[in-house]
């Protein structure tokens, strides 16, 4: 258990709404990610965080954006969702400050846009 | 770029056989191998990684995974199969890049029969 809390853990919205998901980590890593789940595409990352107001876009970072005003929270943002985006959304954090670190999952939030 | 590929979509197995989940990767540089396994409506758990020594890693659960340069594959391998078991099973290849971000497969879904 890497001490990783996930909110909501479900939410239901309509389209054109904004959602905001919140990632809470107790053990203060460095590094954090957002992770998108969607059947066969495995998981797919959106955004990063590298410390502290520092992030960085990945695989699928359109109509996403995120903030990290705290080291302990990492918040995830669709702007005006889509039925697109409706999808199991992972949070995980990177041990040590290697390339050689473990990444560790949150329970996810599963998010329904109607 | 990097890429994963679980040939598998679904695998079923009796209780008791032996398991051998495939995983085949393209990266350019020295690959970082992780076999994560996803219980339903659970977070991912990490089961074993590979970075660097002996091809063959173990891990949680009883399982293995063994290396192979040559063929690209890094194969997840139990000698007997319980039903607890039964999930969905990712392959990710990472390291080595800023952010350490992890390129996931597709996953294979695990059923074990009584």
């Known amino acids: 258990d890497a001490g990783i809390t996930q909110s909501p853990r479900h939410k239901v919205t309509e389209t054109g709404t904004p959602v905001t998901l919140r990632c809470h980590q107790t053990e203060n890593h460095r590094y954090m990610y957002w992770y998108r789940q969607d059947p066969g595409h495995g998981l797919r990352?959106?955004?990063?965080?590298?410390?502290?107001?520092?992030?960085?876009?990945?695989?699928?970072?359109?109509?996403?954006?995120?903030?990290?005003?705290?080291?302990?929270?990492?918040?995830?943002?669709?702007?005006?969702?889509?039925s697109s985006q409706t999808s199991v959304y992972f949070c995980a954090i990177s041990t040590g400050t290697g390339s050689t670190d473990t990444q560790y999952f949150g329970p996810g939030t599963r998010l329904t846009v109607l | 770029a990097q890429s994963v590929t679980q040939p598998d979509i679904h695998i079923t197995v009796s209780e008791g056989a032996s398991l051998e989940l495939r995983c085949n990767y393209s990266y350019g540089a020295t690959p970082y191998l992780f076999w994560y396994v996803q219980s339903p409506g659970q977070g991912l758990q990490l089961l074993l990684k590979y970075f660097s020594g002996?091809?063959?890693?173990?891990?949680?659960?009883?399982?293995?995974?063994e290396f192979k340069r040559s063929q690209s594959s890094f194969n997840l391998r139990k000698p007997s199969v319980h039903w607890s078991d039964a999930a969905e099973y990712f392959c990710a290849v990472g390291g080595g890049n800023a952010g350490n971000m992890l390129t996931f497969g597709g996953g294979t879904r695990l059923m074990v029969k009584p």
């Open chain 2, 54 to 65: 002996d091809t063959l890693v173990q891990g949680i659960k009883g399982f293995e995974a």
């Open chain 1, 45 to 82: 990352l959106i955004h990063y965080s590298y410390g502290v107001k520092d992030t960085d876009k990945g695989e699928v970072s359109d109509g996403y954006s995120v903030s990290r005003s705290k080291t302990e929270d990492f918040l995830l943002t669709l702007e005006s969702a889509t």
